[in-house]
């Protein structure tokens, strides 16, 4: 783990099974309790033919209501860009804060919307230690096949909800060649490591690749494209008050 460490910005803390069960302080767990990530509810019966090396766990707040319960039923679902709720997977030093970014999120919880983390298709392609690239460089065959498969995971879970007659909002980061939802980037002579300035001229109006593959999948099942909303931290002239207003009208709808 230590030459793991030494290679990511963000590193791994090992923990005993009693240590990562403290982390629920006491609350109620939820069946089957702090297990091996591979045992917790599987989609499947089979076993898996290993034991994975990280704990699973969930625990039940006093006071607040089962799943089912009315409330939950009345909210609508944001699903949100991978980085947005965990701010570690971003791209080099693009990280604005540590962990959550709460200018978006806690709009959300403000709001009483429910919230669906996507995955982040350049960290599971390229992983933590790469750097910034805009939308040509990334759009290969390979990863447009990669960002098609994650694509088509949402696509099913917006389908659900969308079939249930939940209210859908998606909530990407503006400016990123994959998760851009109005604002891309893109510079067709651009090649190897990235030198421009902040605020130049790669940002262009578009989607992202992943989000151009969701687009599609949902038309592949007959399902309209949900309101968008973005993170516009990457933006010349970023300005928070904006960014919560524009978020907050793709909320009311």
């Given at each position: 783990?230590?030459?793991?460490?030494?290679?990511?910005?963000?590193?791994?803390?090992?923990?005993?099974?009693?240590?990562?069960?403290?982390?629920?302080?006491?609350?109620?767990?939820?069946?089957?309790?702090?297990?091996?990530?591979?045992?917790?509810?599987?989609?499947?019966?089979d076993p898996f033919p290993h034991t994975a090396d990280l704990y699973a766990g969930v625990?039940?707040?006093?006071?607040?209501?089962?799943?089912?319960?009315?409330?939950?039923?009345?909210?609508?679902?944001?699903?949100?860009?991978?980085?947005?709720?965990?701010?570690?997977?971003?791209?080099?030093?693009?990280?604005?804060?540590?962990?959550?970014?709460?200018?978006?999120?806690?709009?959300?919880?403000?709001?009483?919307?429910?919230?669906?983390?996507?995955?982040?298709?350049?960290?599971?392609?390229?992983?933590?230690?790469?750097?910034?690239?805009?939308?040509?460089q990334l759009d290969t065959a390979a990863y447009r096949r990669h960002c098609e498969r994650?694509?088509?995971?949402?696509?099913?879970?917006?389908?659900?909800?969308?079939?249930?007659?939940?209210?859908?909002?998606?909530?990407?980061?503006?400016?990123?060649?994959?998760?851009?939802?109005?604002?891309?980037?893109?510079?067709?002579?651009?090649?190897?490591?990235?030198?421009?300035?902040?605020?130049?001229?790669?940002?262009?109006?578009?989607?992202?690749?992943?989000?151009?593959?969701?687009r599609k999948a949902l038309a592949r099942r007959g399902i309209g494209f949900p309101r968008?909303?973005?993170?516009?931290?990457?933006?010349?002239?970023?300005?928070?008050?904006?960014?919560?207003?524009?978020?907050?009208?793709?909320?009311?709808?």
């Amino acid at each position: 783990m230590a030459a793991y460490n030494a290679l990511v910005p963000a590193t791994l803390t090992a923990r005993t099974h009693s240590q990562v069960s403290a982390l629920f302080g006491g609350l109620p767990l939820v069946a089957p309790g702090v297990v091996p990530l591979t045992e917790w509810r599987p989609a499947t019966a089979d076993p898996f033919p290993h034991t994975a090396d990280l704990y699973a766990g969930v625990a039940r707040a006093p006071g607040v209501a089962s799943p089912g319960a009315s409330y939950a039923r009345s909210m609508g679902v944001a699903f949100v860009a991978h980085c947005l709720l965990n701010q570690n997977s971003k791209v080099g030093d693009g990280a604005h804060c540590a962990g959550v970014y709460s200018p978006v999120i806690d709009v959300l919880r403000e709001k009483g919307w429910r919230i669906e983390q996507m995955p982040c298709p350049e960290l599971a392609f390229t992983g933590l230690n790469r750097f910034w690239a805009v939308k040509e460089q990334l759009d290969t065959a390979a990863y447009r096949r990669h960002c098609e498969r994650l694509a088509e995971a949402v696509a099913a879970a917006i389908s659900v909800r969308v079939t249930k007659g939940e209210d859908v909002v998606l909530v990407g980061v503006e400016g990123s060649p994959s998760m851009g939802v109005t604002v891309t980037s893109s510079d067709p002579l651009r090649g190897g490591r990235p030198q421009w300035p902040d605020g130049t001229a790669e940002h262009i109006s578009g989607e992202g690749i992943f989000v151009e593959e969701i687009r599609k999948a949902l038309a592949r099942r007959g399902i309209g494209f949900p309101r968008v909303a973005g993170e516009t931290h990457a933006l010349p002239g970023h300005d928070e008050a904006a960014q919560r207003a524009g978020l907050e009208s793709a909320l009311e709808g």
